[in-house]
């Protein structure tokens, strides 16, 4: 770092997140919720306290690591069919980080086929499922970012070298949020065990990946145009956070509204409730009417159209 550098401390360039939007209308929703909505709208509310609560540590360790750097936080991009979420994007001097965070419950083993196996304890059970890779997540992240980048340059000669050298420059991290998660990665190939750390190892892996004398660095001025760039293309997300609950909400609409056989049908003269009845004799023999519950007392009868 040279002493004209005006960055010191991390910039956060953008800070906000889809997750809290969309925290805040499942919590306007579960209010008139009952039910099987209810229950899977307290699902999903849960879960999105645990993404953002891990996405806030991960933000604390950063704030706090003292390093010169550019923050991109929830960055939603598209580039032809695709589409990606990322959580964070970090622009160093050095290097840019692709961080993908997680914050799981149980502890987290890798396998020498790069499988990740989550063990999650009930008193003396155990339950042991696999989880789908955030690494293999991650990588499609760093697809996206390489097609957007190679995109907007104009000299094929550029391009070329760009697309060649990206890798060393850009680096997909997995980042395990939750404390109490311990990391088996003991099997794992390196390359694999390599991009998954936990939040508390965050800064010194920047500082070591970025003390790197092969690593080649920008200056503030290209740092900050990157990151600028990034925003950019960032796209305001068209999610309708209630698609995934129409089904529910629709049941839950016709089972708050009452239908004609639930509805009591109240007798007009003693106010007793009236039951579907058919006519066992005279004319009407077998047709349907309602008739008073305290018949013989009451005869109070009306007909059903």
């Not at 998660?181 to 936990?198: D, F, G, M, P």
């Not at 939040?199 to 600028?228: C, F, G, H, N």
């Not at 066992?280 to 007909?303: D, L, Q, V, Y």
Request: glycine share 4%.
């Amino acid at each position: 770092m040279g002493i004209f550098d005006k960055i010191k401390e991390p910039v956060f360039l953008k800070d906000d997140s889809s997750a809290v939007t969309q925290l805040a209308m499942l919590k306007e929703l579960v209010k008139a919720a009952n039910g099987p909505l209810a229950e899977q709208l307290d699902l999903d509310i849960k879960c999105l306290n645990a993404g953002i609560y891990g996405e806030e540590t991960i933000r604390f360790e950063l704030q706090n690591s003292h390093i010169p750097m550019f923050v991109l936080h929830d960055l939603y991009l598209e580039h032809g069919d695709l589409s990606a979420q990322i959580d964070y994007l970090i622009i160093t001097r050095k290097n840019q980080y692709v961080l993908e965070c997680k914050n799981l419950f149980g502890n987290i083993e890798i396998n020498s086929n790069g499988d990740f196996i989550r063990t999650i304890s009930f008193g003396r059970h155990t339950k042991k499922e696999g989880l789908y890779s955030p690494i293999t997540q991650n990588r499609r992240h760093l697809e996206l970012i390489k097609q957007i980048r190679s995109a907007a340059r104009s000299n094929w000669l550029s391009k070329a070298l760009f697309e060649r050298f990206f890798f060393d420059n850009y680096h997909s991290l997995v980042v395990l949020s939750n404390p109490k998660t311990i990391l088996n990665a003991k099997y794992a190939k390196r390359e694999i065990k390599e991009q998954v750390i936990r939040a508390d190892q965050l800064a010194e892996y920047i500082r070591r990946a970025d003390s790197d004398p092969k690593a080649v660095a920008i200056s503030e001025k290209d740092m900050e145009a990157l990151a600028k760039f990034f925003l950019s293309c960032h796209k305001q997300p068209k999610i309708d956070y209630t698609e995934k609950f129409r089904t529910l909400m629709e049941s839950s609409a016709t089972e708050s509204t009452p239908s004609q056989s639930t509805v009591q049908t109240i007798c007009p003269i003693c106010g007793a409730v009236m039951v579907r009845r058919k006519a066992s004799k005279g004319a009407n023999i077998g047709s349907e009417f309602w008739g008073c519950s305290n018949f013989p007392k009451c005869r109070g009868i009306i007909a059903i159209k």
